[in-house]
């Protein structure tokens, strides 16, 4: 059995660690990875993929965690990601909710899943992350190590099943 | 006058719009297919170790980022003093298996995701069906082949350089690390994936599959967006065949006459210019020879077989001249077969996969070469969308100091614009409306090209679609998103 199958998470980090605040994402595994979390397998992604359909079928549970230039009043959002034919055309990236969407329709396949996203502010061609963006990663960081994340996918979990 | 704009073709590839100037009678006046993002690129990379471009250079693009990574590592070899065929041949067969499975996955994506709603649902067909969640409900065994080609192709990227983007396999002078038994096993033996095989097999279904919508739909397919133009694309440096990693430059005009006579890719500079235009970042190569306005070429898969003598492997040969017959063995300047092109070029890489997979030499410790030092390198190879230049100088410090990089969709500028013309002249024009159908007529024109405007942010919030209608007061008076 390949090992990602005994983990019951997976969280996809998406970004560009070249491009500022869209490597919000990477740097929210790399701090995870940096502190040693073990309960999920993770995945370094510039882009969503459609064979990322396929990926989430060894999994229960996925969370997307991604920069965002939305207005966060939290600086980060954590939300349940509902499966959908969202498409945008000609871009070779999918939506998480499409790869939801494909996983189901493909293969039967019914993850729990959500999103995080975290608010950046800057998106050009550097390294590092803003100030401000960063204090969001810690943030985020905090809501996720303090195991409210858990206790909300719980929630969430046992209203859907109401 | 109204003024159209279709706004952005996403972030995710840069930003793109496309403006149709319409005058009081809808008469198109003038398009344009803008790039409006400037990368910077180029003056990012000044003042890094050359030996850092190759791994650099990566974040151009999410989906070629190995692309972008060899042909700075082809540049990065002359610095330190080696030529192409310097390279030890396990690391050129290293390199080249890299570059198959990149081309190879960058296809089938193009194919299944971008390319198969349009075809099996029709251009004209509501924006909710025309997608690849569509085709995974109405075509379920064509999807997940679709996925498992991608994922194939994804599989050797990550073999060689570790992850599936951004990975790491060339050094100067040569490769990283070898191929194990265990890895060329995983490819060959179907117990965890489906072999090169079966990538081959449904590589020639796919190739059938699209030859009986040729014949379904070819009055459509013959004048959509057909034009003339010039055709580019490297050939073997022995024979003139197909070749995707190293050989001399080749373009065609739009008649078949020889424009570059096989030239050494290191001589490009005294053959093309690059213009400039005020209402896009991107910019405009030509052939000095010829001009700015003549001298243009479309890059890709059209292109490469335009100008190739043949292909080396069987199947794809096979294929090529059935291609060829299609236009009686003439050149081919109809924008929608570069689908056709684009897969019989997937079916070659399949075949060189095999060939290359079943090679001792990539099991081999020889690895890296070294030579005499150079100020300058040059690195051209063809990418999955076409020819890609990176030209680097260095000083003694070892600090790159000039960076000159020539990206295939920058080729196909004019082309794609010339696409969005004819589709403005032939489906817009005179008509008192824009529908859902036309527009999707502008995309579907673009996206033969598989356009990479450079890859860029993306970020949540993102709108991937913005229709702007703007009338000749500069007034907007439609507006649609998508």
């Known amino acids: ?162 | 006058m109204k003024k159209l704009v279709i706004d952005p073709v996403t972030r995710v590839e840069g930003h793109g719009k496309v403006t149709i100037h319409l005058d009081e009678n809808n008469k198109v006046k003038d398009s344009f297919f803008h790039i409006v993002e400037f990368r910077g690129f180029e003056r990012f990379i000044q003042g890094h170790p050359y030996w850092e471009a190759p791994v650099l250079v990566q974040r151009l693009c999410g989906i070629c980022p190995v692309s972008h990574h060899l042909a700075a590592a082809k540049a990065i070899d002359q610095i330190v003093g080696i030529n192409p065929e310097d390279l030890s041949l396990p690391a050129q067969k290293i390199r080249k298996l890299l570059h198959f499975g990149q081309v190879f996955q960058s296809h089938a994506l193009h194919f299944f995701y971008l390319a198969s709603p349009d075809l099996l649902f029709g251009v004209n067909a509501d924006p909710a069906k025309r997608n690849v969640a569509e085709v995974a409900i109405e075509h379920l065994d064509l999807a997940k082949k679709g996925i498992l080609m991608r994922k194939f192709g994804q599989e050797i990227i990550k073999t060689i350089a570790g992850k599936r983007i951004h990975g790491i396999s060339a050094v100067p002078g040569g490769v990283h690390k070898k191929i194990t038994l265990q890895d060329r096993d995983y490819f060959l033996n179907s117990k965890d994936i489906p072999s090169i095989d079966a990538m081959i097999n449904w590589s020639k279904e796919i190739i059938e599959f699209l030859k009986g919508y040729h014949d379904l739909n070819k009055k459509w397919l013959n004048e959509f967006a057909k034009y003339p133009s010039g055709h580019l694309g490297l050939v073997n440096k022995e024979n003139g065949f197909l070749e995707l990693y190293d050989g001399n430059l080749r373009a065609l005009d739009a008649d078949g006459e020889v424009i570059l006579n096989d030239i050494p890719s290191d001589d490009y500079i005294q053959y093309f210019n690059e213009g400039v235009e005020k209402w896009s970042y991107l910019k405009f190569p030509y052939l000095k020879d010829l001009g700015k306005d003549k001298g243009w070429n479309r890059v890709g898969p059209l292109a490469r077989l335009n100008v190739c003598n043949g292909i080396e492997t069987p199947f794809a040969e096979e294929e090529r001249i059935i291609f060829k017959l299609s236009t009686n063995g003439k050149i081919n300047n109809k924008t929608m077969y570069s689908h056709w092109a684009r897969l019989i070029e997937m079916l070659y890489c399949a075949e060189m996969m095999k060939k290359l997979l079943n090679d001792e030499d990539i099991l081999s410790n020889d690895l890296v070469r070294k030579g005499e030092r150079r100020s300058e390198g040059i690195g051209i190879i063809e990418a999955p969308r076409g020819t890609l230049i990176h030209h680097y100088e260095v000083d003694n410090r070892d600090r790159i100091t000039r960076c000159n990089l020539i990206v295939s969709t920058t080729h196909n500028n004019e082309p794609m614009n010339q696409a969005v013309k004819w589709v403005a002249n032939n489906v817009i024009s005179g008509e008192p409306k824009i529908t859902e159908g036309m527009l999707n007529q502008v995309e579907v024109a673009i996206r033969a090209y598989d356009p990479c405007l450079s890859c860029a942010t993306h970020a949540l919030g993102q709108m991937p679609l913005h229709v702007t209608l703007i009338d000749h007061n500069g007034e907007h008076i439609d507006e649609r998103k998508r």
């Open chain 1, 1 to 162: 059995m390949n090992e990602n199958v005994e983990k019951k998470y997976i969280i996809f980090g998406i970004g560009n660690s070249g491009r500022q605040d869209d490597g919000l994402g990477w740097a929210f595994l790399d701090l995870l990875n940096k502190n040693e979390f073990k309960k999920a397998s993770f995945e370094y992604k510039y882009q969503l993929q459609i064979e990322d359909a396929e990926l989430i079928c060894n999994y229960n549970t996925v969370i997307f965690v991604d920069a965002s230039k939305n207005e966060l009043i939290k600086g980060y959002n954590f939300y349940t990601c509902k499966s959908s034919n969202k498409h945008s055309f000609s871009t070779h990236a999918l939506l998480p909710e499409t790869i939801l969407y494909l996983s189901e329709h493909l293969y039967d396949h019914k993850p729990k899943a959500y999103i995080l996203e975290i608010q950046g502010y800057e998106w050009e061609l550097k390294s590092g992350l803003t100030k401000t963006a960063s204090e969001n990663l810690n943030k985020a960081i905090e809501f996720f190590n303090q195991k409210t994340f858990l206790k909300h996918i719980k929630t969430e979990h046992d209203k859907s099943h109401k």
